[in-house]
């Protein structure tokens, strides 16, 4: 260190000031391009307010009118595009008409039912195909939610017909309602009444 001279001090110190970590950021080319544009706003600006000449100030309000008019013409050319959340009036319809499987998937169920030893969910299936039955020949309402009993009582049909319906609804109730076990005699039951019942009238 002693036998550093001067000159050798300040050039160690320009090198290490000339360091990336010591430069001095210069400004981007956004904050140079604005800042010009602040330094003639203002000498507009000065033209406009303090100007002598009645020309000059005409001519500096007229740049100043037209820069105006380019900025809300880009703000408006580039503006996002919102699409409107008015929300649309909606007219929909609504369907009464139930959709309901048909009379023949209800057998076919029953029969897959019977085949695995599965009687309880044989005779609900052949009750339902019965009651299917009877709305596709609009012997009864095709009313949702409606009951075993109000199925019964909605049924009218002579005796010869109307006994066998009850004496099905009356069955598919305690088998599948009032948990009573249920065999092949049972399902059986079920297709005897089924045809007593559809005996009139129509295919099955």
């Known amino acids: ?16 000031l000339s360091q990336p970590k010591y ?17 003639f706003l203002d000498d507009l600006l000065s033209v406009v307010t303090g100007g002598s000449a009645f020309g000059g100030v005409v001519l500096g309000w007229v740049i ?10 880009v703000l408006w050319r580039f503006k996002p595009r919102f699409r409107s959340v008015t929300p649309a009036r909606v007219s929909a319809t609504v369907r009464t008409q139930l959709t309901r499987k048909s009379r023949s998937d209800w057998l076919t169920d029953a029969s897959v039912a019977e085949g695995k030893g599965f009687y309880a969910e044989a005779v609900a299936a052949r009750y339902h195909a019965l ?16 009951t075993p009993t109000e199925l019964r009582d909605a ?31 049972d399902s059986r039951r079920m297709v005897d009444w089924d045809e007593r019942v559809l005996a009139e009238g129509g295919n099955r």
């Open 64 to 73: 100043l009118g037209l820069m105006l008019a380019l900025v809300v013409f």
């Open 1 to 16: 260190m002693a036998d550093e001279t001067p000159q050798t001090l300040r050039e160690r110190a320009d090198e290490v």
């Open 23 to 39: 430069a001095v950021d210069e400004p981007g080319l956004i904050d140079r391009a604005w800042d010009r544009f602040t330094e």
């Open 155 to 185: 049924f009218e049909a002579e005796s010869l017909r109307r006994d066998p319906f009850t004496s099905a609804t009356d069955a598919f109730s305690d088998i599948w309602y009032g948990g009573h076990a249920a065999d092949a005699g």
């Open 131 to 146: 009651v299917a039955g009877l709305i596709e020949r609009h012997q009864l309402p095709d009313a949702a939610g409606a």
